[in-house]
């Protein structure tokens, strides 16, 4: 076998965990079901271990489940590039890195894997080639995406199997909630995982005053200020649990990526964000609301519609109303109170609709495997 790495992947972590996390995942799925030698460079590594706790900060490189991760910083280190490089999520590759690519005889195939988005435009710009300005270098844009003709979204192989026996499984259940600190109760879980939103007033009061019992998980970070803005409290911390009349909420730690998948899978209903807990959540198969990364000059809302039409396509009217109204209100960050009654009744709707959107994504086949097919082609 000759020296060196099949894949580099470069992941500069801009904000939030998307980034560290779409990566991580492709990273991880490249070395343990395509059996490549994959190195990861990561510029912030306490981010990673958010999401992953087994990740030291201080080391410049270390294994993780079968992946060299490489703490990215300046000056970048002298590294023969790898056959194929990708640079995630708009970051850009250091300077010294793209000279070493030129150099190589034969040139790595050279990927910009960019975000997430179901707007029409994504097929026609997937796999476009970009010419190096001035290096012998040709660049491919990967689009992600929900349509065929498009990268996919990520799916690793295991995911259904281990989604499912968890839900058949009573005892491992139970054992996750108590890890979690959760009661047992007959009650509606929900898990809430969002930007700062002040349409969390108004959900609350709906769910404090609603029918049934609702335990709202939330998991620590840019929505606490509101959360305890509804019980009138200056702040409130992980561990802490708040109840007003049908509405207990509980503030979970930051769970591993893995048990965030768990909890997502045995919530009733998700609330996510961003790109990867979006998809995680199709994949969890509960009825989900998104709240999109928000953007100065607005480029989430057409993103946002976007994903509401290919979700609405072949929905009752009713039901597409109830979920565009939910959606629209929580992204507005006003209404969503009133717009809950009508989307949560509508719930077997949103079940079945998600089975069939996990058969149409997984037609467009998983984005490590199309990224794989990609990069073979190009290096005939
Ligand atoms: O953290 P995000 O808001 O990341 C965002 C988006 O990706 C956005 O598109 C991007 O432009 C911006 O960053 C810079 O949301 P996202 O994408 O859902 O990523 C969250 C990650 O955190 C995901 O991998 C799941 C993980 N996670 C855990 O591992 N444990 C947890 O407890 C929670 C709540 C999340």
């Known amino acids: 076998m000759r020296p060196g790495y099949d894949w580099d992947l470069f992941c500069a972590v801009v904000d939030n965990y998307g980034d560290i996390g779409i990566t991580w995942r492709l990273a991880r799925q490249l070395a343990s079901e395509h059996r490549l030698r994959v190195r990861l460079w990561v510029d912030d590594l306490a981010a990673f271990r958010c999401l992953r706790p087994e990740i030291d900060p201080d080391l410049?490189?270390?294994?993780?489940?079968?992946?060299?991760?490489?703490?990215?910083?300046?000056?970048?280190?002298?590294?023969?590039?790898?056959?194929?490089?990708?640079?995630?999520?708009?970051?850009?590759?250091?300077?010294?890195y793209e000279s070493a690519m030129a150099e190589r005889?034969?040139?790595?195939?050279?990927?910009?894997?960019?975000?997430?988005?179901?707007?029409?435009?994504?097929p026609g710009c997937h796999a476009l080639a970009s010419p190096h300005p001035r290096l012998p270098l040709t660049k491919y844009f990967f689009l992600p995406g929900y349509v065929p003709g498009t990268g996919g979204v990520l799916k690793e192989s295991w995911l259904v199997a281990a989604r499912d026996d968890l839900r058949a499984d009573p005892a491992a259940q139970a054992a996750f909630w108590r890890r979690l600190a959760v009661p047992e109760a007959e009650e509606s879980r929900i898990s809430l995982?969002?930007?700062?939103?002040?349409?969390?007033?108004?959900?609350?009061?709906?769910?404090?005053?609603?029918?049934?019992?609702?335990?709202?998980?939330?998991?620590?970070?840019?929505?606490?200020?509101?959360?305890?803005?509804?019980?009138?409290?200056?702040?409130?911390?992980?561990?802490?649990?708040?109840?007003?009349?049908?509405?207990?909420?509980?503030?979970?730690?930051?769970?591993?990526?893995?048990?965030?998948?768990?909890l997502l899978w045995l919530c009733d209903c998700n609330f996510v964000r961003g790109e990867d807990s979006l998809v995680r959540a199709m994949w969890a198969g509960k009825p989900l609301v998104w709240q999109a990364y928000r953007q100065e000059d607005q480029a989430h809302w057409p993103k946002i519609?976007?994903?509401?039409?290919?979700?609405?396509?072949?929905?009752?009217?009713?039901?597409?109303?109830?979920l565009r109204a939910l959606w629209s209100a929580w992204n507005d960050m006003a209404g969503a109170g009133p717009a809950w009654p009508e989307f949560w009744h509508r719930r077997p709707a949103w079940l079945a609709r998600l089975d069939r959107w996990q058969a149409q994504l997984d037609g467009v086949g998983d984005l490590a495997t199309n990224l794989v097919k990609f990069c073979n082609e190009k290096s005939k």
Not at 66 to 95: I, K, M, S, Y
Not at 229 to 258: K, Y
């Open 305 to 322: 519609h976007a994903l509401l039409d290919l979700l609405c396509g072949d929905l009752d009217p009713g039901d597409a109303d109830a």
């Open 105 to 122: 005889p034969v040139k790595p195939v050279w990927l910009n894997l960019e975000y997430l988005s179901a707007e029409d435009w994504v």
């Open 193 to 262: 995982f969002s930007y700062e939103n002040t349409a969390i007033q108004g959900l609350f009061e709906t769910w404090a005053d609603g029918p049934e019992r609702v335990r709202c998980l939330v998991p620590e970070g840019r929505p606490l200020a509101d959360v305890a803005g509804f019980f009138g409290r200056p702040a409130v911390a992980a561990g802490e649990q708040l109840v007003r009349g049908n509405l207990a909420v509980q503030v979970l730690p930051m769970l591993s990526q893995d048990d965030y998948d768990r």
């Open 60 to 96: 410049d490189e270390q294994a993780c489940q079968g992946v060299t991760v490489r703490h990215w910083r300046a000056p970048f280190p002298a590294a023969e590039p790898a056959d194929v490089v990708v640079e995630a999520l708009a970051c850009h590759l250091p300077e010294s």
